[in-house]
């Protein structure tokens, strides 16, 4: 049924599903969304990317408008989120960095000593008229179905300035982080400030839910984080929470950190697939709503182990406040995307009210 003939659907991406889950008010069935839904595993996007660079496709409107549509008609998903990148914000800025096809971000001089921060360049909101082009004209096309915007962590993004691409350890970060504690408290103080002012102006052009992505976050202890990485996340959420829209908070590998995270400001705390859903509320407490937690490996086994796994990712969010079914982590690019698509049918079916 589509939401213009269901009753119980809302017809304003405000009072959707995916919003009402956030804010643990009672839902049509669990809203489902995936993370990197946009991307390698879709053949109309590697059509429509071919030939052009990550970093020119996420500054051009009418191809970030038509990205960002493709899994939303493909699927039935309950979300869009936004094609783009969390390093954006670093390259409209004047960072020298690129995103390499099978690598990630690569950043020309990384940042190395307090002389290396200070130089580091804020970003000017008025830069960012694409951004608002582009969500507005989504917001338009997308109707019923609520837009996400996105920012990096400023955890997650000093990792890559710092190692100049992608890392396992992140061990020049955190030798960074505790040999230079004030030049390192500047830095996620900057990235911070670029972070709210990405969200803030998307925000404005009128998206229905924000995600902070720390996905390395997982790779500190508890203390660490507390002490120097936290601090700067909840200043990103108190920056834009004037605002009535729902914001997820997610990373890979925080079952430890759970507790802390939960507290940061956010309203929808993200997990991965190394602890269950049920764990994972007990961990957030009371007031957070639940996003995951499905391995996307499991993506890739038999229909019957699919079947069983979003069968139990289902039951275990019914331990949260609101349940947002998502992956454990991004889309894995051999995904076939049937298989996306078995998934939302299979979650709406499981869980209609
Ligand atoms: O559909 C969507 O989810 C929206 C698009 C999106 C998002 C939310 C992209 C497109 N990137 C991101 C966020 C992002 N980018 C994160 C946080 C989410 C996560 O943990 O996966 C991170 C860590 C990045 C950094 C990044 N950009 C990587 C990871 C590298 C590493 O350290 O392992 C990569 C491979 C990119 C490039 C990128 N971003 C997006 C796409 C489709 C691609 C691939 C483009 C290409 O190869 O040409």
New binding site residues.
């Given amino acids: 049924m589509s939401a213009a003939t269901d009753p119980i659907r809302s017809a304003v991406p405000s009072d959707s599903d995916l919003v009402r889950a956030a804010r643990g008010l009672p839902v049509s069935r669990t809203p489902v969304w995936f993370?990197?839904?946009?991307?390698?595993s879709l053949p109309e996007y590697r059509a429509l990317?071919a030939g052009t660079g990550?970093l020119a496709a996420c500054q051009d409107p009418d191809l970030v408008t038509e990205i960002t549509l493709q899994?939303v008609r493909r699927h039935g998903v309950d979300a869009a989120?936004?094609?783009?990148?969390?390093?954006l914000p670093l390259v409209v800025a004047g960072v020298d960095l690129d995103?390499k096809?099978?690598?990630?971000?690569v950043i020309a001089q990384p940042v190395r000593t307090a002389a290396d921060v200070d130089a580091l360049p804020l970003l000017d909101p008025s830069h960012l008229d694409f951004l608002t082009t582009a969500v507005r004209s989504l917001v338009g096309e997308l109707g019923p179905t609520p837009l996400i915007g996105?920012a990096?962590a400023p955890f997650?993004l000093a990792t890559?300035l710092i190692e100049g691409g992608?890392?396992k350890e992140h061990a020049r970060t955190k030798a960074f982080m505790y040999a230079e504690p004030a030049a390192w408290s500047r830095l996620m103080e900057r990235l911070a400030l670029s972070a709210a002012t990405f969200l803030r102006v998307q925000m404005d052009a009128g998206v229905s839910a924000v995600q902070l992505?720390d996905?390395w976050a997982g790779v500190l202890s508890a203390a660490d984080y507390e002490a120097r990485v936290l601090p700067y996340s909840r200043e990103v959420f108190e920056a834009i929470g004037f605002r009535d829209v729902p914001r997820i908070h997610f990373g890979?590998g925080t079952g430890e950190l759970l507790p802390l995270i939960g507290d940061a400001g956010a309203d929808v705390v993200g997990v991965d697939w190394r602890i269950p859903l049920d764990e994972a509320a007990r961990r957030v407490g009371p007031g957070r709503s639940l996003q995951g937690n499905l391995d996307p490996a499991v993506l890739l086994a038999d229909r019957a182990t699919v079947d069983r796994e979003v069968r139990r990712v289902v039951e275990q969010g019914r331990a949260a406040r609101g349940h947002v079914f998502n992956l454990g982590?991004?889309v894995l690019p051999d995904t076939d995307p049937g298989v996306l698509t078995h998934v939302v049918e299979l979650v709406h079916e499981l869980s209609a009210r």
């Fill in positions: 993370m990197r839904q946009a991307g390698r990317r990550m899994p989120i936004l094609f783009s990148d969390i390093v995103i096809p099978g690598v990630g971000p996105f990096g997650t890559y992608p890392s992505f996905s890979v982590h991004g």
